[in-house]
C-alpha cells in the first residue's frame, strides 16, 4: 500500500463514525510533537508516532468535555513556547510549556471573527486572515490586535469579502488568494501599506484573475503554485508572468490546497 491510514478521532469513540468524521483541517509538526486539527470535532497533539498525548475540545477554557468554537484550530504558528492558535471565535494563546492558554479578539469583534492563516509579519507580529472580516495585525509581545485591513470592497484599494489564503514568500513577500473574479490574487505593499491587485503581463492568456483562487506554495525556484476553480496557476513573481496552466485535459477541476514536501 502507498498510504498508511491513521485514524485520528477522540479517545474512546468510534473511528469514522458520523459524529466524529470530518477532514483534518490543518497540521504542525512541533519538535516532539505534532498539532492536528479536526474541524468541528476536536484538536489533538500527537507524538511522532502519531499516538495521542492530548486532545481538546475547547481551547479556552482548557477542556476535552466541553465544546466551543476555540477548540476547532484552524491554522498554528510556534513562536518560543507559545502556540497562536486561530479559531472561529478569536485567536489562541497556548502555553506549551504550562500547558495553559488565553484568547485575544479584535476590540471590533468579540465573536464570529473566523480568523484563519497565521502568517510572520514582523519580529513580533503576526499578520492573520480571517474569513470574511478581513485580515489582521496581532503584536506577539503585548499580546493584542493592533490593525485590521478591511474588507469592505467598496474602494480600490479594500480587500474582497472572501479571503481565501495568506502566504509569506522566501522573500518576505506576502500574497492573498481571494473568491473575488476582479481581485483574485492581492500582494501586500509595504508602502502604502496595504494590498493591490496582481495582473500578470501574460494574465489575458489564462484568465488567472477571472477565477477563484485559493491555496498556494513555492517551489524552489520562487514560482507560486496556486489552486484555483479551474486548475492549478503556476505563477513567477520575477517576471510578472504565469508560467503554466495545469489543467490536465479538463480532468483536473477545482483545487484547493497545495503544499511542497521539503
Known sequence: NLFEIIPITDPGTI?????????????LENDSSTWLSKRFVSTFEMDK????????????PLSSTLSSQNGYAYDFFKK????????????VVYNLKNKSSSIFFPDQFITGI?????????????MIRSYERGIFIFNTSQKKFTRRYSSNNNCKDCLPTRLNYLFKTSK???YASTA??????????????????????????????ANKLYGMDEDSDGHLWITSSA????????????????????????????????
Not at 80 to 91: K, M, P
Not at 187 to 195: C, M
Not at 231 to 256: M, T
Open 15 to 27: 473511528n469514522y463514525s458520523l459524529l466524529k468524521n470530518g477532514p483534518v483541517y490543518s497540521f
Open 49 to 60: 508516532n502519531y499516538k495521542l498525548k492530548q486532545f481538546y475540545k475547547s481551547f479556552y
Open 80 to 91: 518560543d513556547q507559545e502556540l497562536f492558535i486561530t479559531t472561529d471565535s478569536g485567536l
Open 114 to 126: 473566523g480568523l484563519r492563516t497565521i502568517v510572520p509579519f514582523s519580529n513580533n507580529e503576526l
Open 172 to 174: 518576505n513577500e506576502i
Open 180 to 209: 473575488d473574479g476582479n481581485k483574485s490574487l492581492l500582494k501586500y505593499q509595504p508602502v502604502p501599506d496595504s494590498f493591490t491587485t496582481v495582473k500578470a503581463l501574460n494574465d489575458s492568456l489564462y484568465l488567472m484573475q
Open 231 to 262: 486548475g492549478l496557476f503556476i505563477y513567477d513573481p520575477a517576471s510578472n508572468r504565469i508560467l503554466k496552466q495545469v489543467v490536465e485535459n479538463k480532468e483536473i477541476g477545482g483545487l484547493f490546497r497545495i503544499c511542497f514536501d521539503r
